[in-house]
């Protein structure tokens, strides 16, 4: 585990449709099924395979059945809010995409400093958060493969993506799906709990070895826009969730090299979306991307290798993209930028529940 900033590769560290099932905030139910088609030439896959001779109807079956799973954990995820989940497909089997909603309000997306800051002769930044109206678009530059949009107000949330089609064509989509759905003019400010504005300090060690404000960076230059993006980033997550207390911290064991990054805030999340993948269809031992839950901490991962049905669990190398744990008014989260912790989403679980104390105390 030698990359220094292993996010450019895997996943950007985001809150991306999560959120809080709201009681009492939940508007008018879904339909039972998404629309055929929507503008821009989208079309769910079923109707591309009915208006192509059949072309990938195995395929459609297929995604139908993973559609219903998904749809089945968002609502799980949102408190049994009202859940869809839907695939289309762009033209002429341009590009496919995943629809998703839920009648629950989520966060917009948070996409740290170290990610979205645009160093001195740096062309771009990884990623960076685009608007669009009322939708808003995570896109990753970087690999120009990963570009998801949502909308949210108090009663429906709407994500469409990732996928490799340009921002203000998923925003279109979203936006359509919307207005398809129901959604209105509602708030989009994130309801803050009473006690939300209690300060959140954090531990100074974790586990004993990694001291906070540590970084691997080489050049003092570098080491110091590093520092102030912690700042930027707790303020960053206190708007998102309507002003309440958050911090966010980087940790470093000088020893292994092990290299993390914290955030917390004072209100719950439901664990990050993670689509859903038959293992035994595709003839592999894992999905590719799977939470796995360690008592109340959920890690999100996936693995460098994909290994057959039937190989050896041994084989796996799972890396560990983020934990977290969240209960009504904190959430804590965790995730690994460098060094071979990565590979232990167990070791990173109990970190979580370690510093949980320290979060809550304030």
């Known amino acids: 585990m030698t990359s220094q900033f292993r996010t450019g590769t895997w996943l950007a560290v985001v809150f991306a449709g999560v959120a809080l099932m709201l009681t009492g905030c ?11 088609k929507f503008p821009g030439d989208w079309s769910t896959l079923a109707q591309w395979s009915a208006d192509n001779d ?12 993973d559609n219903e799973t998904d749809a089945e954990q968002l609502s799980a995820d949102y408190d049994g809010a009202d859940a869809l989940a839907e695939t289309y497909v762009l033209g002429n089997y341009d590009s496919v995409i995943s629809l998703r909603a839920v009648t629950a309000q989520s966060p917009t997306y948070f996409v740290p400093s170290r990610l979205s800051d645009i160093p001195d002769g740096a062309s771009s930044a990884h990623t960076e958060v685009q608007e669009f109206g009322s939708t808003v678009c995570r896109v990753q530059l970087s690999t120009g493969a990963d570009t998801e949009c949502m909308r949210s107000d108090t009663g429906l949330t709407v994500w469409a993506g990732p996928a490799a089609v340009p921002a203000e064509d998923i925003a279109a989509l979203v936006d359509a799906a919307w207005e398809e759905f129901g959604g209105g003019a509602g708030s989009a400010d994130w309801p803050t709990e ?18 906070q404000g540590g ?6 230059a570098t080491r110091e826009r590093l520092a102030g993006y912690a700042e930027a980033d707790a303020q960053m997550l206190s708007e998102i969730y309507g002003g309440v207390a958050a911090t966010a911290s980087s940790y470093l064991d000088t020893d292994t090299g092990d290299y993390l990054e914290v955030t917390a805030v004072r209100a719950a999340t439901p664990p990050a979306y993670v689509r859903y993948e038959d293992a035994a269809r595709m003839e592999i031992l894992v999905p590719r991307q799977q939470r796995l839950e360690f008592g109340d901490v959920t890690c999100h991962i996936g693995y460098l290798t994909i290994v057959p049905a039937g190989g050896s669990r041994d084989d796996l190398e799972p890396i560990v993209q983020s934990c977290s744990r969240s209960e009504i008014d904190l959430t804590v989260r965790m995730d690994v930028i460098d060094g071979d912790i990565a590979t232990s989403p167990e070791v990173v679980a109990a970190l979580v529940d370690a510093a949980w104390p320290s979060f809550i105390e304030g």
């Open 54 to 65: 059949g072309q990938e109807a195995q395929n459609a079956e297929v995604s139908r059945n």
């Open 215 to 220: 970084t691997v960076a080489p050049a003092q």
């Open 26 to 36: 939940s508007a008018a139910s879904l339909p039972s099924a998404a629309p055929a």
């Open 194 to 211: 009473a006690g939300s504005e209690i300060s959140i300090v954090a531990p100074a060690t974790l586990g004993g070895a990694l001291e």
